[in-house]
């Protein structure tokens, strides 16, 4: 895998829990919004906003860069419209990331001919 593969994985898995997060604060500001008179939701609808338009840009530039095939690029983008779904992205991205650094080296070290 090469930097800037890396750098676009990292730059989405970065991303996918803050958007989960905001995700999740968004649901509650909007039960709160109708069960009490605290209003949040403008606000948080505006960084879940940024947060999931970013997600969709590092999601783009990951599938690109990384080669997904159909399936699993569709899994980070079903994983990014769920309430908990970047949490998931998020830790299967670094468990890819540590794969390959791992595979790297190996190659590296001359252990593997892959």
């Known amino acids: 895998m090469d930097i800037k593969t890396a750098s676009a994985l990292r730059r989405l898995r970065l991303v996918s829990a803050p958007e989960a997060v905001s995700f ?3 649901l509650v500001c909007s039960v709160l919004k109708r069960t009490t008179d605290f209003n949040a939701v403008p606000v948080m609808g505006m960084v879940h906003g940024i947060l999931f338009i ?4 590092f999601w783009a530039d990951a599938w690109n860069r990384a080669k997904w095939g159909l399936k ?3 899994l980070y983008f079903v994983l990014s419209v769920l309430p ?3 949490f998931f992205a998020e830790r299967k991205l670094k468990r ?3 794969s390959a650094l ?3 080296r190996a190659r590296n070290e001359g252990i593997v001919n892959a």
């Open 24 to 26: 999740l604060l968004l």
């Open 54 to 57: 970013l997600y969709l840009i």
């Open 72 to 74: 699993t690029a569709a």
């Open 84 to 86: 908990t779904g970047g």
């Open 96 to 98: 890819e990331a540590e």
């Open 102 to 104: 791992i595979a790297s």
